[in-house]
């Protein structure tokens, strides 16, 4: 089996989803072999696929595996995922499905430098950048992707996004025990 095959069977199968293959790794498991393929694309919002589009893609990447003798007669394990948040950033179009999101880039010169990513186009990207966290003061840094040594977007677990309103944080525990109190009352 080789990838190159495997990268040219799949990708119009993903391209059908609006997805592209990333990468594809086949490594031995045991007795089975474990098919790793990792995707990416725009999504319906610009930013990424989402876990439906991967799913589907999914169940129409099997189908066309069982219908070709590529793999052979051994059994493998398909995995296919997203990007996620460890992999780097290293083309244009990462910087771009990754707008409003927190990077942590260490540049060519041995500086590293932290921010919101504002903007970006195919020679760099404005990274809006904390100067003073006690007054909450932020500039905007342009940084070009040839500065570039590493990029890793940074996981924010409670950052709240422009869509999220103040409401939100009412979370289902509260509502039900709100029910419960009022039913206790009708009783």
């Not at 793999?71 to 990007?83: D, F, H, N």
């Not at 179009?93 to 999101?101: E, I, L, Q, S």
């Amino acid at each position: 089996m080789k990838d190159s095959q495997l990268t040219s069977l799949l990708s119009p199968v993903l391209a059908q989803f609006g997805l592209e293959l990333e990468s594809l790794d086949s490594v031995p498991a045991g007795k089975r072999r474990l098919l790793r393929i990792i995707v990416d694309g725009d999504g319906p919002k610009g930013h990424g696929p989402t876990l439906d589009e991967i799913a589907e893609a999914t169940r129409a990447i099997s189908d066309t595996l069982g219908e070709t003798d590529l793999l052979g007669e051994q059994a493998y394990t398909l995995e296919v995922s997203s990007r996620g948040t460890s992999r780097p950033l290293t083309e244009p179009k990462h910087w771009r499905r990754n707008a409003g999101r927190l990077v942590k880039a260490q540049l060519a010169d041995g500086t590293e430098v932290t921010g919101r990513i504002t903007r970006s186009d195919e020679d760099g990207a404005v990274l809006t950048v904390v100067t003073d966290p006690k007054r909450g003061t932020t500039a905007e840094r342009e940084v070009a992707y040839s500065e570039v040594a590493k990029a890793l977007i940074q996981v924010e677990l409670n950052r709240k996004t422009d869509d999220e309103s103040d409401d939100d944080d009412i979370d289902d525990a509260d509502l039900r025990s709100d029910e419960a109190a009022e039913e206790e009352g009708d009783a």
